[in-house]
């Protein structure tokens, strides 16, 4: 667990960090904070009709994990996605309260 808060705390100590700031390294931040799961699912499909071969950044926050759980199975099967990454598997500030999604 002391790694964990030390990673939060400390950013840069994450391994493969890029140089660029964390929020120039994703094409598109969708904040899902406070929408429903219908909700968060028509955004989301919005933003992947619109942003063909990038990389979105999903925050939908930790909470009780409604939405993490919504969000990562339409993302799992969804074809316009090749690539889905999970909270701390990321390597970005956010840990199970963010997804990153890399579109084809």
Do not use: W
Not at 71 to 77: C, L, M, P, Q, T
């Amino acid at each position: 667990m002391r790694r964990y808060r030390k990673t939060i705390r400390h950013p840069e100590t994450m391994r493969g960090r890029s140089s660029r700031p964390v929020s120039s390294q994703f094409d598109y931040t969708l904040d899902l904070h406070g929408k429903t799961s219908d909700e968060a699912t028509s955004m989301l499909n919005a933003v992947l009709s619109s942003y063909a071969k990038s990389c979105i950044l999903i925050v939908h926050g930790k909470g009780e994990g409604i939405l993490r759980r919504r969000i990562r199975a339409f993302a799992s099967a969804d074809p316009r996605i090749r690539r889905v990454e999970f909270g701390e598997n990321a390597l970005v500030p956010g840990g199970d309260g963010v997804t990153v999604v890399y579109t084809s």
